[in-house]
């Protein structure tokens, strides 16, 4: 039996216990860090669609290229703050870093969400330094 791979978010658990079955559509992120999670390991697998459908609509781009050569590989995310603000508002701040060319690179933001029917939405976020 071949084993369970591990999520590329970094949550320790199989991919199809973690952020599997929000990419495939089986079940929305349960919480907003959950979503930002998911979101990083679609960066991580360059699933466009996803990231684009788990956009909220007020602020998604037309489009989303994720083409770069070399293509980026994302090497680790931290979480480093799950603020939920009301029942249908949240920020979560993390660091993802990556590698692009040999070169490490680092994302640091806090992003807001917003919960609409049942799911939560990445509407935007703040870079830190």
């Known amino acids: 039996m071949k084993p369970a791979t591990s999520c590329p978010c970094g949550s320790g658990r199989a991919f199809g216990a973690c952020c599997g079955p929000a990419l495939s559509g089986e079940r929305p992120a349960p919480t907003a860090e959950a979503l930002m999670r998911s979101r990083y390991t679609a960066f991580a697998l360059r699933d466009t669609a996803y990231l684009l459908a788990s956009w909220h609509p007020s602020t998604r781009p037309q489009n989303l290229a994720l083409d770069e050569q070399p293509p980026p590989k994302w090497i680790g995310l931290e979480v480093r703050a799950h603020r939920p603000l009301a029942d249908d508002r949240a920020e979560v701040e993390f660091l993802a870093r990556c590698r692009i060319g040999g ?10 969400f917003v919960k609409e029917g049942g799911r939560w939405y990445y509407v935007d976020g703040d870079l830190h330094d």
């Open 103 to 112: 070169r490490a690179q680092r994302l640091h933001e806090t992003s807001r």
